[in-house]
């Protein structure tokens, strides 16, 4: 039995794992032949490890420009990192935050079945993450054992099926219809990117339509623009931060040759994703139906952030700008403020910020993404500052989550324990149950809450 569930234990922490495991449910609900079967299950399986050896490549190139960075320019703080600050807890919350795992899937499923929040939130890394934070913020506020781990639980199901809804009108502009989710726990930033786009442009003035004469038209191929921009970072941070210190990064390779190097092996990470986003909607999607209208009827995927980079590649590069701007800004008013100072992390602004620039976007064109995503750049500032002192020991270790939905749960389950004790987290509890039942009592136009502009 221990061997079972250590099992689906490693199941559940590889996202590929369940995206393939979705694909073959609705494949076999859907009675495919066997050959078809077999390629629709492997396609969304191969293109999320293609997906992942890209992010891996982005986050290994990243690495080396922070460190320039903060050398250059005599920066200390606490860095934002979703990853290391899981590595930290697993060392004393490994058994609570897999159990919440476990049982928050279950309640997401269950309420994808009996409500009309259909969506099924399939970023394993995230939800993973997220039961982390749940068992961190949990055990601060005085709970423990088994009561812990159902309050989590229930928690991480009900939040995998809220936050997708809340801004699926925003998704359904973003993919133009596409029957996705977002499936990330940045998506509250992305929305607020999105609705601030629509105040300050027009959806029509697309950063994809941007004009670019014939002698400029290479940039329009997403790599060698990508490319370039990433070029000058690499190059102020390595020129900032001097040739001595760069070569204990490099091994002893020249420093401008180094900078160059690292800004194109970005660019090839950023490739290999767009292909891997390719190869998994083209597969994922179709097999869906099959869970869709056999299993849970009218289920939507919530899917990673990276999977809408495809949609709109331009703003992809101009949201990574504006949100890093975001987050240089935001840090120095936190140092003017006298608190602590949170360095921007450039994986959370790569990733979140391109999100929030296709999201700017799809409201509110070239001016929306920029914005949209320069307000995300402070979001992701000013909220992990925030949340640091709601995580009890894990406080001090030098990090903290990194994506903005992570200090909002953190945050409102730390908050309400402070003024109101357990029975305020109790409260918030009870009010997300009601939140995800009370519609299905409801007359609506739709089955599914907030799809097609319900």
């Known amino acids: 039995m221990g061997i079972i569930l250590e099992f689906f234990k490693d199941v559940l922490k590889e996202p590929a794992l369940l995206m393939g495991l979705m694909a073959f449910i609705g494949l076999v609900a859907l009675r495919k032949p066997s050959h078809k079967i077999m390629t629709g299950t492997l396609k969304p399986i191969l293109g ?5 050896a890209g992010a891996d490549f982005i986050v290994r190139n990243l690495d080396p420009l922070g460190k320039m960075i903060q050398k250059g320019f005599n920066i200390e703080g606490v860095i934002p990192n979703n990853e290391a600050i899981v590595s930290v807890a697993q060392t004393v919350l490994g058994v609570e935050t897999m159990s919440i795992l476990l049982l ?15 969506y099924i939130f399939l970023t394993g890394h995230h939800s993973f993450f997220m039961a ?3 068992s961190a913020v949990l055990q601060t506020a005085g709970f423990g054992g088994w009561g812990l781990i159902a309050i989590g639980g229930a928690f991480l199901g009900l939040i995998s099926a809220i936050l997708p809804a809340i801004g699926q009108k925003y998704t359904l502009k973003v993919t133009d219809g596409d029957e996705v989710a977002m499936g990330h726990f940045g998506s509250l930033a992305y929305y607020i990117s999105a609705w601030i786009g629509g105040k300050v442009g027009k959806p029509e003035d697309s950063t994809e339509k941007i004009e670019i004469p014939e002698k400029w038209s290479f940039l329009r191929d997403t790599t060698i623009s990508t490319a370039l921009t990433m070029m000058v970072f690499y190059l102020i941070a390595a020129f900032a931060s001097g040739s001595e210190f760069v070569e204990t990064l490099s091994g002893g390779t020249n420093m401008v040759l180094f900078a160059l190097m690292s800004a194109m092996k970005f660019a090839v990470g950023v490739t290999i994703v767009y292909a891997g986003v390719r190869m998994i909607l083209g597969d994922l999607l179709p097999a869906f139906q099959g869970i869709a209208t056999k299993i849970i009827p009218d289920a939507i995927p919530a899917v990673d952030c990276a999977v809408f980079f495809t949609y709109a590649p331009t703003a992809v590069v101009i ?40 999201y700017g976007n799809s409201t509110g064109g070239k001016r929306g993404a920029a914005i949209g995503a320069f307000i995300n750049g402070l979001l992701i500032t000013f909220i992990p500052a925030l949340l640091l002192p709601v995580l009890g020991n894990l406080g001090f270790s030098n990090t903290t989550f990194g994506d903005f939905d992570f200090g909002v749960v953190g945050i409102a389950i730390g908050k309400l324990y402070e003024f109101l004790g357990s029975g305020g987290v109790l ?13 299905s009592f409801m007359k609506t136009k739709n089955k599914v809450i907030n799809n097609n502009n319900e």
């Not at 999320?48 to 992942?52: A, N, P, V």
């Not at 409260?427 to 519609?439: C, E, R």
């Open 104 to 118: 928050g899937l279950i309640v997401n499923l269950l309420i994808a079945r009996f409500t009309k929040f259909k």
């Open 132 to 134: 982390c934070l749940l």
């Open 319 to 358: 949201g990574f700008v504006a949100s890093f701007i975001g987050g240089i800004i935001g840090m120095v008013l936190l140092g003017f403020a006298g608190s602590v100072l949170i360095i921007p992390g450039l994986v959370p602004h790569f990733f979140c910020g391109a999100t929030a620039g296709i």
């Open 48 to 52: 999320y490890l293609m997906l992942g």
């Open 427 to 439: 409260g918030l509890l009870a009010l997300l149950v009601a939140v995800v039942i009370v519609p």
